[in-house]
Every structure is written in C-alpha cells, then in structure tokens.
C-alpha cells in the first residue's frame, strides 16, 4: 500500500523561503520509471503543477515557477522535498505530493495535503 | 507549452450518462489521467491511458480520446459521483505536465 504525507510550515511571509517534504512508504524512489510529483490548489481553484523528480533525479519543473522551484529526493529517508522561494500571497494554497506510476504516467496515489498560508 | 481546456460545469440526471472532456494539442500525443476531487479531499485517480481504471474504481467509468479531445464518461451516474474532475497530462514539450481547469459534476 503506498501513502504519502506531507509536512511543512502553515504560515509564511512574504519573500520567505517555503520548504515542504513529502515522506513516503510503499514504493522505493530507486525503482525504474518511478517518480513523485509536487500539485498545488489555490483556495477554490483548480489544481496546478509544480514538479517532479524521477527515480533517476531527472527533475522537472513547471514552466512559470521553475525559477523558484527546486526538487530534490532523499531515497534512503524516502523523502522528496520541494522549495519554493520568494513568497507571494497568490502561493497560499494546499499542497499535494503524488506518485507517479511508472506503467502508468499517472499520479496514483496523492497525500491528504498540507495548507500554506503566504501573510504578513 | 501546452493548455488543457475543461468545461467548467456540467449537471446529469441520476441513472443517465455523462460525458466530460478535456482539450488539447498535447492530447494529440499523450493520454490523459483523470482525477475526481470531492469537497475537502485530494483527488483520486480515475481513468489512465488508453481506458484503464485503478482498482476499486466503479465501471460506469470510462474513457476515449480523438484528435485533441479526450474524454471521460460515467455510465449510470450516481450521487457520489458528484465531484470535481481534472484531466492530466504531459505538455507538448514533453518535459511538463500540465491540469486542466477542471470540471464541476452535478448529480441531479
């Protein structure tokens, strides 16, 4: 069975630095073809992309954020952590890691989220 | 880059069929996932590839794809079905994803 949860800070400043981690079980990040991704929802809106980082370190990111994204996994801790820099209100959200199914493509198996509220 | 285009709402009668559907070129080249999302939940994996469901997914769902539309269809809608639901997939770049704006199920 696999699951994911995420952690991080509820509350931030603007032009903070947000650090979330997804820790994991279930599946090993070393695995062929696996990955996890990082989805972000705005209050009442739609689901957003943010990032994935493959079993290889292959990391992508979305196109409008990447200059203030950074991926990274810690496979032996099963943890992928995701940084988000410079801060703006419009960042307050709820935050997702997801599995990525090799076979699949597909985000299989999301974590429940963690809230982040961007205020002064 | 690439853009997904859902309708925003869309209501069905319980018992009848439904079809919702997602937009895109990058759906000329790609399948697209699809999530249903319910009030204070995360969303849920409903249809993959070709027409696959996960486990414990009802078969009243469905799934196809021509051109640059794929679609998802619920077979006999039922109230729990009522939800959100986003179409997912990569972006004709090939190097992102990509959702879309999702669509609001009504189950009347």
């Known amino acids: 069975q696999i699951t994911l949860k995420e952690s991080g800070p509820t509350l931030v400043k603007p032009t903070q630095t947000l650090t979330l981690t997804c820790t994991f079980s279930?599946?090993?990040?070393?695995?062929?073809?696996?990955?996890v991704g990082w989805i972000r929802q705005p209050p009442g809106k739609a689901l957003e992309w943010l990032a994935l980082?493959?079993?290889?370190?292959?990391?992508r990111y979305s196109l409008s954020l990447e200059t203030r994204l950074s991926i990274t996994k810690d496979t032996s801790k099963n943890q992928v952590v995701l940084i988000i820099t410079n801060l703006d209100p419009v960042d307050t959200a709820t935050y997702y890691c997801?599995?990525?199914?090799?076979?699949?493509?597909?985000?299989?198996?999301w974590g429940q989220g963690t809230t982040v509220i961007v205020s002064s | 880059s690439s853009e997904l285009t859902q309708d925003p709402a869309v209501s069905v009668a319980l018992g009848q069929t439904v079809r919702i559907t997602c937009q895109g070129d990058s759906l000329r080249t790609y399948y697209a996932s699809w999530y249903q999302q319910k009030p204070g939940q995360a969303p849920v994996l409903v249809l993959y590839g070709q027409n696959n469901r996960p486990s414990g997914i009802p078969d009243r769902f469905s799934g196809s794809s021509s051109g640059n539309t794929a679609s998802l269809t619920i077979t006999g809608a039922q109230a729990e079905d009522e939800a959100d639901y986003y179409c997912?997939?990569?972006?004709?770049?090939?190097?992102?994803?990509?959702f879309g704006g999702g669509t609001k199920l009504t189950v009347l």
């Open positions: 997801a599995h990525r199914a090799g076979h699949s493509g597909a985000f299989d198996s």
């Open positions: 997912n997939s990569r972006d004709t770049s090939d190097n992102h994803w990509v």
């Open positions: 980082i493959f079993w290889n370190d292959d990391k």
């Open positions: 279930g599946f090993s990040l070393s695995d062929s073809g696996v990955g």
